[in-house]
């Protein structure tokens, strides 16, 4: 049988950037009792010592910032981002490089929308899938960071992290300071985390406040920018976009008297679906 590759000690010297660089790849013989990880190898113990001696040394913290983000986006282009983190956890390190997503670990989330329950396997999750789908790096950097704010709820409110994406946004602010994460993903991670929750309940909004959520994701401006193909949500918003952009004053006129005819009661709760169900006017 076949046995798999590891990753040995010759890996890792001992320089602290190494640890970081162990995301995805093989190199090394095979041993007894490897650490499996989910990408067809296996990291050594012996390596993981190593990497734990470092990660406890506080070498980490005296690394050039540039140096560790160029390690980070080229994890998030790999095929699977999330052994990275799986990785740097196992090893002690994430907590001292990434300690607001180490503490996504253990923290739980309402069944009905994440069976997976835990935080951080929602995050290796949604980073994997997105890797999957051919989805560049700084998509993948964005739903690392998206969910930050359930770090710091509240274990008596626990599952529930009401406000989760507004506590989220100074978080991931310090992630891309701490970094120096260049602009155009520090932008996208914050849009991300500030407007993922919204990106759901599109269908439920008010036009207002569709109008509001293509402002703030700045697709008015940028409407083929990369923000607008994270979720699948995001579709619909391009959508509307595109028939905003395009819309003409009878369309409009047709629709203010679509809402007019509609009693006090249902012109109050007027969502997205009825503006869509509107008729057209005839120019």
Not at 81 to 91: A, T
Not at 191 to 210: F, G, I, N, Q
Request: proline share 8%; glycine share 6%.
């Amino acid at each position: 049988m076949e046995e798999k590759p590891t990753w040995n000690r010759r890996c890792c010297d001992t320089s602290p950037l190494h640890l970081v660089k162990i995301r995805c790849g093989s190199c090394g013989s095979p041993v007894s009792q490897p650490v499996s990880l989910p990408l067809g190898f296996t990291v050594h113990p012996s390596t993981l010592l190593l990497m734990r001696e470092i990660g406890e040394s506080g070498e980490l913290s005296h690394l050039v910032p540039e140096r560790v983000w160029s390690e980070i986006e080229s994890a998030m282009s790999t095929g699977q981002p999330g052994v990275f983190v799986e990785v740097l956890r196992q090893c002690g390190a994430l907590s001292v490089l990434l300690p607001e997503v180490d503490i996504l670990f253990g923290v739980p989330q309402p069944e009905k929308y994440h069976p997976e329950i835990d935080t951080g396997v929602h995050v290796i999750m949604a980073m994997n899938l997105a890797a999957r789908l051919g989805w560049p790096a700084g998509v993948v950097f964005a739903l690392l960071l998206h969910d930050l704010g359930k770090g710091i709820t509240d274990p008596a409110d626990w599952p529930s992290h009401i406000g989760h994406e507004r506590a989220g946004v100074p978080m991931v602010d310090r992630v891309c300071e701490r970094f120096r994460v260049p602009g155009a993903y520090r932008d996208l991670a914050l849009k991300v985390c500030a407007l993922h929750l919204r990106c759901h309940r599109l269908m439920e909004m008010k036009p207002s406040r569709v109008m509001a959520l293509l402002e703030e994701a700045d697709l008015l401006r940028r409407p083929l920018s990369i923000w607008s193909r994270l979720y699948r949500p995001a579709r619909l918003i391009t959508a509307v976009e595109r028939a905003v952009r395009s819309v003409n004053t009878h369309r409009r006129a047709s629709w203010r008297l679509h809402w007019k005819s509609a009693s006090p009661s249902r012109q109050s709760s007027w969502t997205l679906q009825d503006w869509m169900a509107a008729p057209s006017a005839s120019c």
